[in-house]
């Protein structure tokens, strides 16, 4: 697997955004509302590396699943959203991509009456945008390229990896559950 973002990259990007985000939302009612599940390792980062009195919320949205590679449906569950009137919300992701997934945490969030409502997000695959909004905050622009690592996963695969990583067909084979060719029995290369 080809590494695109090193860890100590991400370490110091996140470190940014927390003061950032300190700096600006200082004496604000702040939640921020990770998505489900690839914000996860960012979330528990991220708010680490903040100094204000925050609350931290999940919701559930995802357009993609398995194996899939491309956005499908958006599903969002909002069930487990607190009471968001009146506090600023900072919606926070592992990734804008189309940017449809963001458009409809916008729109459900929206309908909890915060404050305000701000975007964050780890990675903005800025040349596949479609929608007329873009990230609020961002800590990396990456290719068009299928990335895992640092939560973003392949079929429940990668979540772990310290590093953003671009991986390869064998990497997505093994995650798949699909035999390695090189391993096959048919291989008259195979040792058994």
Not at 139 to 158: A, H, Q, S, T, W
Not at 166 to 186: F, T, W
Request: proline residues 6%.
């Amino acid at each position: 697997m080809r590494v695109l973002i090193a860890e100590n990259e991400i370490r110091d990007r996140v470190r940014e955004l927390g003061n950032k985000i300190s700096s600006e939302y200082s004496g604000r009612p702040l939640t921020i509302l990770g998505v489900l599940t690839g914000s996860v390792v960012l979330l528990a980062d991220l708010i680490r590396a903040t100094n204000v009195p925050l609350r931290v919320a999940l919701i559930s949205a995802s357009s993609y699943g398995g194996t899939r590679t491309s956005p499908g449906q958006l599903s969002v569950n909002s069930s487990l959203v607190p009471d968001l009137k009146g506090r600023d919300v900072l919606i926070l992701d592992d990734i804008f991509d189309t940017g449809k997934t963001m458009v409809g945490l916008l729109e459900a969030i929206h309908g909890f009456s915060p404050a305000s409502v701000r975007t964050a997000v780890l990675l903005w695959k800025s040349d596949r945008t479609c929608v007329d909004i873009q990230p609020d905050y961002f800590c990396f622009r990456i290719p068009d390229e299928f990335v895992v690592g640092y939560g973003l996963d392949y079929n429940d695969e990668f979540r772990h990896l310290p590093y953003i990583g671009i991986p390869d067909d064998h990497d997505l084979a093994e995650a798949s559950g699909k035999p390695n060719p090189q391993c096959s029995s048919n291989n008259p290369r195979s040792s058994g």
